[in-house]
């Protein structure tokens, strides 16, 4: 019997691999190599959700940074669209290296435990992809997309009530976008650049000298 898609969210540490899913709250497993993690895995789904695979899962990895007093996390997904993704993940390690902006990224909306989450996304993902990574008891994370040549946008996206207080927080609840709604449609309908309102120039009065 197959499942819905499982998004496992899997992290390096000191001691390891250890992951986690938002489809199985409180599953944690962890092993010292992703080849061990891989052969283990379905043996801990089937003992944590009490039933028996095969279980359709898709590996995130994620990166951990600590940066100006905050922490940023990167998520890549293992899929088809990879090397797309890495592009993204490529330029995200660029914007890390200047202080000025890496600051601004690990200062952005946080999750829970107070990281801020960047998932390597492209146009074609839903917000359904994006919101099946949240932990439905409340969780945030901003889609990285490539717009430009140099340039990267960025969407938090969020689940939970209390997210839909801070200013451009994107949440299904407050938006006539649905699941199936793509990151493209979602950039085509966002005002990227706001209009700077005029200001009167005044200039002090000149003194003639004869």
Not at 86 to 113: F, M, S, W
Not at 118 to 138: H, K, N
Not at 154 to 170: K, N, Q, R, V
Request: proline fraction near 6%; include cysteine; glycine fraction near 8%.
């Amino acid at each position: 019997m197959t499942y819905d898609l499982i998004h496992l969210l899997v992290r390096q540490t000191s001691g390891g691999l250890y992951a986690t899913s938002p489809q199985a709250p409180g599953f944690t497993f962890g092993r010292k190599s992703l080849k061990e993690l891989r052969n283990d895995l379905e043996d801990a789904l089937s003992f944590h959700f009490d039933k028996p695979g095969p279980f359709h899962v898709l590996e995130h990895h994620e990166r951990h940074y600590v940066i100006s007093g905050g922490e940023l996390v990167t998520r890549i997904a293992n899929d088809k669209y990879k090397d797309d993704r890495e592009a993204v993940y490529a330029r995200l390690g660029e914007i890390i290296k200047d202080d000025r902006q890496a600051k601004a990224l690990a200062h952005g909306v946080t999750n829970p435990v107070g990281e801020s989450v960047y998932v390597c996304a492209l146009p074609q993902d839903t917000v359904g992809w994006l919101m099946d990574q949240l932990d439905e008891r409340g969780d945030a994370v901003s889609a990285a997309v490539l717009v430009a040549d140099k340039m990267l946008l960025t969407l938090p996206i969020a689940y939970g009530d209390s997210y839909g207080e801070i200013d451009g927080t994107f949440t299904l609840a407050e938006s006539s976008f649905n699941h199936t709604t793509t990151l493209s449609e979602i950039i085509q309908a966002t005002n990227v650049v706001t209009p700077v309102p005029l200001r009167p120039i005044t200039r002090k009065p000149t003194t003639n000298i004869p």
